[in-house]
């Protein structure tokens, strides 16, 4: 919007994509939430079978992935052009983008490890809460590693994470009688 050579059609053009990203994400919320509804289904019915589960989630559709071959292995090429870095602790040289894959693939693991066992013990609104909190931080690293600019629009969606994870947890309703208490208490000299 901020660039002068752009005319009106190319501005109507950017917000449609933009608007089919949104659409896009509000669909991904969408069926994450059924999905976790479908697995609370499922546990309930089958038992708590967290790793069996993260397995099947996982294994099913790697298949899948040879559709993408020729796209993995170009993109495997450039991952080996990119520049050399050296493992801290293991002394190990690398190409900086296979460790960054690593790395990524490390903490993804860790994370839905987590996520699937919470499953087992936490209703899906919760698991939905958590990873959601999770995708933010995650957010927030990569603004900071990055260095990328902290816009109005990032404040506004950190406002509207906290705002939502404050109602879930129902603060509001357990800070009424804490501040009704602490205005009956007369004032200590």
């Known amino acids: 919007a901020s660039d002068s050579s752009l005319n009106?059609?190319?501005?109507?053009?950017?917000?449609?994509?933009?608007?089919?990203g949104i659409a896009a994400l509000t669909f991904a919320l969408l069926m994450s939430a059924r999905m976790g509804?479908?697995?609370?289904?499922?546990?309930?019915?089958?038992?708590?079978h967290s790793k069996e589960a993260l397995f099947y989630n996982h294994a099913?559709?790697?298949p899948g992935f040879l559709l993408l071959a020729p796209n993995i292995y170009q993109h495997a090429i450039l991952?080996?052009?990119?520049?050399p870095f050296q493992v801290p602790l293991l002394g190990l040289t690398l190409p900086i983008m296979w460790f960054y894959l690593f790395m990524n693939v490390l903490t993804q693991y860790v994370c839905i490890r987590g996520v699937?066992?919470?499953?087992?013990?936490c209703p899906s609104l919760t698991v939905t809460l958590v990873v959601t909190l999770?995708?933010?931080?995650?957010?927030?690293?990569s603004i900071l590693y990055f260095h990328n600019p902290f816009?109005?629009?990032?404040?506004?969606g950190t406002a509207l994470v906290f705002l939502g994870t404050l109602m879930y947890t129902e603060v509001?309703?357990?800070?009424?009688?804490?501040?009704?208490?602490?205005?009956?208490?007369?004032?200590?000299?």
């Open 8 to 20: 009106e059609e190319d501005g109507l053009q950017m917000f449609l994509w933009w608007m089919l």
């Open 60 to 62: 099913l559709p790697l």
């Open 79 to 83: 991952f080996s052009q990119s520049e």
């Open 134 to 141: 999770r995708k933010f931080l995650s957010l927030i690293f």
């Open 151 to 156: 816009t109005a629009w990032h404040w506004l």
């Open 116 to 121: 699937f066992t919470l499953t087992t013990e």
């Open 37 to 48: 509804i479908f697995q609370e289904t499922l546990y309930k019915r089958f038992g708590k």
């Open 172 to 189: 509001w309703n357990s800070l009424g009688p804490f501040l009704a208490r602490c205005r009956r208490r007369p004032k200590e000299e």
